[in-house]
Structure formats: structure tokens, C-alpha cells
């Protein structure tokens, strides 16, 4: 089986502020881990994943996730928040074993940025 | 030129009714997937398709059934629909049971209503 969490239903940060969006996940192999982001009325866009290989994982609009393999973590960050940010952030894992390539995704996590 | 696209983006019908959502992807993908997200905003698998195997979310009623047409469209199928239906419906693509570089391509989603 393979869950995730988020924690937070919302986050509040300040333009120009660095921002972390929690996500805890839990599979019985190794994981491949993902974040996606949804803007209102809109489908979700894939920002990065976590595969294999260095635990810091570089994606789309300045957006990064620190692999944390012990604490079964996959926190999202961003140096500066933009008030374009403002979106609902949802993490997702796949167990490497998982037939179908299905995925299993959080709860999401609502992120506001004020200027 | 959209990569994943759904007909219709809205849908309101009545309880009892039976209708489609059609999914069709021009990425050349060989696996598509239906997603419910309900109105707290949670994501949940419901089918997993390629052209070898249908994975289906032991959760999801027997009223929903995919129907792929060919490699490019996976359809879903509602029959009896039910209040607790009303939700958005996001189809979604992806290359190879492996993980794709960019992980799962997401339509717009269709606002399904039951009234």
C-alpha cells in the first residue's frame, strides 16, 4: 500500500519569503515522488519528481524537494515566493513495485502568497 | 495544441441518467488514467489503462467502466449516476509503465454535477 500526507491545508507566506509545502509519504518499497500544481479551474501540472540520485530535486518555476529517505519526507521549497504562486500544491508517490504506474496523491495544500 | 484534452468541461444531469466523458491524448502515450477529485479537492485514482491491462481502484463502484476505443482515447463511462458522482473527473496520460519524464500529463478535467 502507499499513502502520502500533507499536513497543511493551507499555507500563508509573503512575496519575496522562502516557502515549504510538507508532504510525508509511506510505501512498502522505494518511492518515486512527485509535486504537482493546480491553479483554479485547471488540471494539475507536473512541477518535479524524485526518481533516483541526488536527494535535491530541481523543477519548473524556480521549485525544489529535498528527497529525506530517514524522516520518509518530500518537502517542497522556493527561495522567493511570487504572488503568482498562489495555487493548490499536491504531492504524489508511486511505489516502484506498483503495477499500472498508478499514482497516490495528498490531500493538497493550499498556498497563499500576499505582496 | 493540447496534449490532453476532455468533452465536455461541464456536465449537469440527473440522477438515474448515464453518460461519457471522453479523454483523447496526442502524445503518443500508451497508458491513461482516470482520476475523481472531490469537493475537498482530494485526487483519487480510480483506472489505469494500456494496452495490455486495465488496473482498476478496488474502490471505484462497478457503475464507472473505461472504454478505450483505441490508443489515443480512454472514455469513462458512467451508469445510474448518483449524487456522490457530482465531482471533477481528470483523465491523464503517460509513457510505459516506468515513469515517465514528466511524469503524468493531466486534462482540464469535466465538472460532473447530479442533481
Known amino acids: 500500500a502507499q499513502s502520502v500526507a500533507q499536513p497543511e491545508d493551507q499555507v500563508n507566506v509573503a512575496e519575496g519569503n522562502p516557502l515549504t509545502v510538507k508532504c510525508t509519504y509511506s510505501?512498502?518499497?522505494?518511492?518515486?515522488l512527485f509535486w504537482y500544481v493546480q491553479y483554479p479551474n485547471r488540471g494539475l501540472q507536473f512541477l518535479l519528481k524524485?526518481?533516483?540520485?541526488?536527494?535535491l530535486v530541481k523543477g519548473s518555476y524556480g521549485f525544489e524537494a529535498e528527497f529525506n529517505k530517514s524522516q520518509t519526507s518530500f518537502h517542497l521549497k522556493k527561495p522567493s515566493a511570487l504572488v503568482s504562486d498562489s495555487a493548490l500544491y499536491f504531492c504524489?508517490?508511486?511505489?516502484?513495485?506498483?503495477?499500472?504506474?498508478?499514482?497516490?496523491f495528498g490531500g493538497g495544500t493550499r498556498l497563499m502568497v500576499k505582496p | 495544441d493540447t496534449a490532453v484534452s476532455q468533452t465536455p468541461k461541464y456536465l449537469v444531469t440527473q440522477m438515474g441518467n448515464d453518460k461519457s466523458i471522453k479523454c483523447e491524448q496526442n502524445?503518443?502515450?500508451?497508458?491513461m488514467y482516470w482520476y475523481k477529485q472531490d469537493s475537498k479537492k482530494f485526487l483519487k485514482i480510480m483506472f489505469s489503462?494500456?494496452?495490455?491491462?486495465?488496473?482498476i481502484n478496488e474502490t471505484v463502484p462497478n457503475r464507472f467502466s473505461p472504454k478505450s476505443p483505441d490508443k489515443a482515447h480512454l472514455n469513462l463511462h458512467i451508469n445510474s449516476l448518483e449524487l456522490g458522482d457530482s465531482a471533477v473527473y481528470f483523465c491523464?496520460?503517460?509513457?510505459?509503465?516506468?515513469?515517465?519524464?514528466?511524469?503524468?500529463?493531466f486534462g482540464p478535467g469535466t465538472r460532473l454535477t447530479v442533481l
Open positions: 502524445l503518443g502515450h500508451d497508458t
Open positions: 524524485y526518481i533516483t540520485g541526488d536527494n
Open positions: 504524489a508517490v508511486r511505489d516502484r513495485g506498483n503495477a499500472g504506474n498508478m499514482l497516490t
Open positions: 510505501v512498502s518499497g522505494n518511492p518515486y
Open positions: 491523464a496520460s503517460s509513457q510505459g509503465g516506468g515513469v515517465s519524464l514528466m511524469g503524468q500529463y
Open positions: 489503462y494500456n494496452n495490455k491491462e486495465l488496473i
